[in-house]
């Protein structure tokens, strides 16, 4: 499905580059290569997923549009895969999410939907919509389409890894759902079989850490109040943390701060935008290397969707 | 000798990707094509140059060691080239240079000497060196072989431009002593006939702009004193010149509010860091698009290395 999902992508999928510094290096204690998904068209790897499900539907059903719930990096995805596929997006958002994401998701075509998170409930608007206009459910990661097009990252990193004669390496990906994270798992276990996914979390939200060494799935206490919010989801899937289980590392978990100092070398030694979630692999490259194994190391940065003001903060654990 | 470069760098070089954003388009008026070249080893295009220079020569000759003057990007481009290639570099700079470019040059490999601007001169100290150790001097952009490595860029802009469809376009720039435009210039003309080469410099030091009305070389009257250092130079070269009066379009002219402005769009529509003298063709994309022609425009992002205090300046352009 990855390779399928891949062959779909041609042509309309950045294929960004592995890049590395030997700054970045000497603060690690070992070779650090980066996947810049921030780069991915929308800021973030959501939208190789979001193209994979959307061309892999019927072009009838396809036709009628997309629906998803989201107000961060997977509806700017959903609502640029369906403008470039020419169909309708719906997007259903909390009414007190940020102005600038409401307008972002806006410009790249998506109808926004907003309700009140309080007194609504975002299924059942879902559902109605979806019933009435016969939409159809993009979600977020726990979906096989989803999945193998996030594992599209994890081919490309195989084929970069054996071009830089790296045979045996642990890949640290920023988790959420799990989405990427199984995903490049799955493409790593069949092109580059000396290569583990290691998801990584913020500290409070590790519950796929724990996941990894209970055998079951955790869910977090918290579900917000973290500078990560692009990986913090209660739980991860059905279908992801079976995938994970069977095929990843031990997780790492990183502090905000780190995180943030992650986002500051990656401006200053990348010439990158991290989001904090999106810079949290690199933060457990930076400030884990005593549980990470090995020569090398590749890591994600997963997004680049971050406003000025969080990210000047970054800036400031430079000086 | 721009084809004998790519081959040289093969391996070397990072093959910097072709960005693009709805949202930039939507304030250009056009589509913009943003060629990155921030994300390229030591932050600018100038490694592509330095590779180049240094793989041309004699290894016997090379063996001894490379010199240049330079406390910026190619600085840093030469001393990393000179590293990978195994030999020892000597980087001439001001006293006064910022330390952390001193300590960023030393990092790459390079022997720093330092000269005070008031009582010393450069040549000479560059002669004495050259004449002891048997140094071959690098220079910034009026050299053939430096010429041809910055012209990489343009043969991989023409590829990627056949690639999106786009068989005519005004390639914007960022200029300095115009290695990189004339470089650039000459790859097109014979990769990508359609496509036409423009520098583009801050206000006050349009020297090139002036020199391709007047057909001869004009000077600055100011040498500094402006946020784009990366692209102020006195004057063109004897060799760059005359490539760029036969091939290129007329230049353009930004300010240095619009360069922090560009710098403020890549980093919230692109991810990427630009530096001011880097964001300039954006710069000239998004703010002089009267005097641009075609549905298409390329611009380069030349460098990308910034300090964090006048990066908070762009950002603060976005509110």
């Known amino acids: 499905m990855i390779r399928a999902a891949n062959t779909r992508l041609e042509g309309h999928v950045r294929r960004t580059p592995l890049l590395n510094s030997s700054f970045i290096d000497d603060i690690a204690g070992r070779r650090v290569w980066v996947k810049p998904e921030c780069l991915q068209h929308t800021g973030s790897f959501k939208f190789r997923g979001a193209w994979s499900a959307l061309s892999a539907l019927d072009p009838e059903v396809r036709k009628s549009g997309v629906i998803a719930f989201s107000s961060g990096n997977h509806a700017q995805g959903v609502a640029l895969a369906a403008k470039m596929h020419g169909v309708p997006s719906v997007i259903v958002m909390p009414a007190d999410s940020p102005v600038l994401k409401i307008e972002n998701t806006r410009a790249y075509g998506a109808e926004v939907v907003l309700y009140d998170r309080d007194t609504e409930s ?3 608007i879902g559902a109605r919509l979806s019933e009435e206009r016969g939409l159809t459910l993009i979600k977020p ?3 096989p389409q989803v999945i193998a097009g996030q594992g599209t990252c994890g081919l490309e990193i195989a084929a970069q890894a054996t071009e830089q004669g790296i045979e045996k390496a642990d890949v640290i990906v920023c988790c ?25 979390e913020p500290e409070g939200f590790d519950d796929v850490a724990r996941s990894l060494r ?5 869910r977090n206490k918290k579900t917000s109040g973290n500078i990560c919010d692009a990986i913090i989801t209660p739980q991860s899937g059905d279908i992801t943390f079976p995938i ?10 990183i502090s905000e701060q780190e995180a943030l ?10 010439k990158v935008v991290a989001e904090p979630g999106g810079a949290a692999a690199l933060a457990a490259a930076l400030y884990r290397r005593d549980q990470i194994e090995g020569d090398d190391v590749i890591v994600t940065i997963s997004g680049g969707n971050v406003d000025a003001p969080m990210f000047i903060r970054a800036l400031e654990t430079l000086t």
């Open 176 to 200: 959420g759902g799990g989405g990427l994270t199984s995903g490049i798992a799955l493409a790593l276990e069949a092109d580059a079989p000396g290569l583990r996914a290691r998801p990584v």
């Open 141 to 143: 990661f726990d979906e």
């Open 261 to 270: 100092q992650a986002m500051g070398h990656a401006f200053n030694r990348l």
């Open 214 to 218: 209970s055998g079951e799935i955790e």
């Open 244 to 253: 994970m289980y069977r095929l990843c590392g031990p997780g790492l978990v």
């Open 122 to 124: 975002r299924e059942e």
